[in-house]
């Protein structure tokens, strides 16, 4: 059931099942489709030697699965920090961080992968670069302390997953981007392309030059898209680019991953993602957990063939079939019986985790644990206890866990439940995954506990925006024209120019459509929003009425409007994300979601006083769905900010964002 085709499984054969699709609505027809949808073409990793230039395996090759593995016999690793350069640039923090192969095992049963990595430049012994071949170090910064990165590319020429860019290169319609009418289809890459990259500052408050959209990748050998783009060129070979940030987001957890036009998916399942922390010096008067007390969780799954051989196989199925958490598969981790807090990134391609710590039944006389939410993707909110969350791709959640009191020896499961790939989807579809890790209560007390109690926490509060009469609106329909094949955002191509001016010094209220069976994590790139509300819809008749609407040539006056399909009042935004400062969000099925953004304004002043640095009117970015393989497939959408005083320009692409012909 190839992930690629955003669902349920095969193309749709005839107008019968089309319409009876529609008729059952998204989640009720996934369960009626399910057994009689014709199976999709679908791809198997032909393994070493055989990946450039050969057809890949049949639609019924066997999808791999991971051989047994013990649980919790891997201590989880901590991603190092990278350490800056302070010297390079007068104020601010350098880093140079070279992609490159490696290999990395990723439990003790299993033989080493070949995998992809980050690694930082160590100003104090360059002969011992910072990283641990798969992921990245974590970039440790002080707000408002800006930071300057020279990326290199070091990758090989030939993908570690090259079947799928074979199949992407070939126009196969169940991977590749095929346009809806009337548009043209453009391919992802060059035809001499088969690896490239840039590297996307998640969540961060960056000019466009800087901030990794698509179509600034560049190759090993030094190809680059269209529009590629560097801070101080003359300071950078073909395979390298830099970038600078200001960090004047609030204290928080970004993330910085790959973004490489049309191969997203595969780049960052091969390792290429990292964590980005904002630290406030304030922070240290809250009486939060801090060093070894303060733990990072990059949550992903992974499936690996026997000898240990990262296996994708989101080409044949929804999802991977193991847990992994910081590059281990079924770690554990040795706590004290104290307060932790905990650092949770969903960095899977596509699974949603709805996680639970389950605790032994004789020590905690509940079935799991209470813990405390603290903090989101933009920062800190009111602290909430919580017995359990739903988190999306891209998302981050700052926890706090209390093990104090509990008896030495004791083991508490981190658990996922009620989850299936693709969310909500039909269980059984893609591989369930109900154990993740787990903590183990084995190291004795080393001092008094001395951090605030989480119910005392004073946090900076975050304020419900209320949206000022006469804001502006936009609509973003989630839009297949054929079922099971491309989906992107009002029926556009990401490759076609920006039709969204943004005007700076406003707020936006962004209306996401869903009328489709599966939930969407969607990012913004460079602003932060709070979800404002969710208001069910006739999914059924909105999607027969907009596919008519295209049919019939888009004409303005036709276009279906969607307050006419509303089946119910709006919903006010899950507790976890009320009141909290967010950059990816979940579009439910059946569903529009409303996000009324913070106030649109790049950073425009020099950073690090590079010349150039600063965002210039108007400027591009873009946004998307963060299931990986839909972003490769064209779910995402160039949009524009332009100076309230200046005319509406001709070339929207400012010479700088995601411009592609603009």
Known sequence: MPSRTHGVGGRLKTMVERRNFLMAGAVGGAAVLAGSAQGARAYADPGPGRHHGHEPAPSDAPIPRTPPLEKYVDPLPTPETAVPDTS??????????????????????????????????????????????????????????????????????????????????????????????????????????????????????????????????????????????????????????????????RSSMLWYHDHGMGMTSVNVYAGLAGLYLIRDPADERLGLPQGEFEVPLVLQDRTFHPDGRLAYTMTQQEGEDTPVVNGKAYPFLAVEPRRYRLRILNASNERFW???????????????????????????????????????????????????????????????????????????????????????????????????????????????????PGIRRREWVLYQHKLFSTMTFNAVPFMEPSQDLVTAGTREIWEYVNPNHDAHPMHVHLVNFQVLNRQPIDAAAYQADYEKWIDGGRKAADKPVLANYFTGPPIPPDPDEARSYKDTFKSYPETVTRIITDVWNPPTEPIAGIANSGTELPATYVHHCHLLEHEDDDLMRPFTIVDPGAPLPVDQDGGHGGGHGH
């Not at 391919?187 to 998640?202: A, I, L, T």
């Not at 405390?372 to 602290?383: C, M």
């Not at 959640?397 to 499961?413: H, W």
């Not at 969310?423 to 154990?435: A, D, K, R, W």
Request: include cysteine; aromatic fraction near 10%; charged fraction near 20%.
């Open 88 to 249: 390079a640039y007068p104020g601010a923090d350098y880093y140079e961080i070279t992609m490159r192969p490696g290999t990395w095992q990723f439990h003790r049963d299993l033989g080493p992968a070949d995998v992809w990595g980050y690694w930082a430049r160590n100003p104090r012994d360059r002969h011992e670069p910072i990283g641990m071949g798969y992921l990245g170090p974590t970039i440790s910064v002080v707000k408002d302390q800006p930071t300057v990165v020279k990326y290199r590319n070091k990758l090989p020429t030939t993908h570690l997953f090259q079947f799928v860019i074979d199949a992407i290169r070939s126009g196969d319609p169940q991977l590749a981007p095929i346009a809806p009418p009337p548009y043209k289809s453009e391919p992802p890459f060059p035809e001499d392309v088969n690896v490239w990259n840039v590297v996307h500052q998640h969540g961060g408050f960056t000019p466009p030059q800087s901030d990794g959209m698509p179509l600034h990748s560049f190759s090993p050998d030094g190809i680059h898209a269209e529009s590629y783009t560097t801070l101080e060129p003359d300071r950078v070979k073909r395979n390298e680019a830099i970038c600078a940030y200001t960090n004047h987001e």
């Open 354 to 468: 709805r996680l639970r710590i389950d605790p032994p039944r004789d020590v905690v006389l509940q079935p799991s644990l209470p813990f405390w939410l603290i903090g989101t993707d933009g920062g800190f909110r009111a602290p909430l206890q919580m017995l359990n969350f739903l988190i999306g791709p891209a998302e981050r959640y700052d926890l706090i866990v209390d093990f104090s009191g509990m008896p030495m020896g004791s083991k508490f499961t981190l658990t996922n439940y009620h989850a299936p790939v693709h969310y909500p989807g039909v269980p059984g579809l893609g591989p369930e995954i109900s154990e993740v890790m787990q903590f183990q209560v084995t190291k004795p007390l080393s001092g008094v506990d001395r951090t605030t109690p989480p119910k005392q926490l004073k946090l900076p509060a975050v304020v419900p925006v209320q949206p000022e």
